[in-house]
C-alpha cells in the first residue's frame, strides 16, 4: 500500500469519545505503524492525551492534512453496524463516508485494520458500508462475525480476518 518508504501514513479512527479502549488503539496503532520504514505516522483529530501519548508535537486536522497522506489506515474505534436494529450510529458512518470519499478522490490508498462490522439492515446503512470497505485496499475484520457481514461487500482478496487488537494488549501497552 506504500510505494514510498519515505511517505507519511495517516491514522484515522473512531477516537475521543470517552471510549478508554479506542483511545488506547489510537495509541498501540500508531506505535505499530511507527515501525515502519516510513517518514511520518500522524493521527488525525486527536485530543490532548493521545498527543502527549505518542509524542505528536502538532495537531494534525482531517480537513487540511489528509491531502499530504501516501495512505491512511482506519485503525479501529467504533462498530459500523445498527447496535439497535434499525438504528445506526450516523455519526461514525457518515464520518467513515465522507473520509473514504475524500481518499478515493484524492487517488490516497486506505485500509482498514482492526474493523467491527455489522448488523445492518438499513439499505442507506448497507449501501454506505459497500462504498466504505469497498474502496478500501484491504480491510482487517477484527471477529467472525464481522468477517462474515462483510464478506457481503467486498472481494474475498481484500478481506482479513484478524483479532481484536485490544485483545492482544501486554501489560506495558496499558
Not at 13 to 40: C, I, M, P, T, W
Not at 43 to 62: H, S
Request: charged share 25%; glycine share 10%.
Amino acid at each position: 500500500m506504500i510505494d514510498n518508504r519515505n511517505g507519511r501514513v495517516g491514522l484515522v479512527g473512531h477516537y475521543q469519545h470517552q471510549n478508554y479502549g479506542d483511545d488506547l488503539l489510537a495509541v498501540l496503532f500508531h506505535r505499530a505503524l511507527s515501525r515502519l520504514d516510513v517518514k511520518e505516522t500522524i493521527v488525525f483529530d486527536c485530543d490532548e492525551a493521545i498527543q502527549q501519548a505518542i509524542k505528536m508535537p502538532d495537531v494534525y486536522t482531517w480537513k487540511s492534512h489528509y491531502k499530504s497522506c501516501d495512505c491512511v489506515v482506519f485503525g479501529g474505534g467504533g462498530i459500523l453496524g445498527e447496535l439497535v436494529p434499525g438504528r445506526f450510529s450516523w455519526s461514525i458512518f457518515l464520518d467513515y463516508f465522507k473520509k473514504a470519499r475524500n481518499l478515493r478522490s484524492a487517488g490516497i490508498p486506505y485500509a482498514m485494520v482492526a474493523v467491527g462490522a455489522g448488523p445492518v439492515r438499513t439499505r442507506i446503512g448497507r449501501l454506505l458500508i459497500r462504498y466504505i470497505v469497498g474502496g478500501a485496499e484491504f480491510v482487517i475484520a477484527r471477529d467472525q462475525s464481522s468477517f462474515a457481514f462483510l464478506q457481503e461487500f467486498m472481494r474475498e482478496d481484500r478481506l482479513i480476518l484478524g483479532t481484536d487488537y485490544a485483545f492482544s494488549l501486554c501489560a506495558e501497552d496499558i
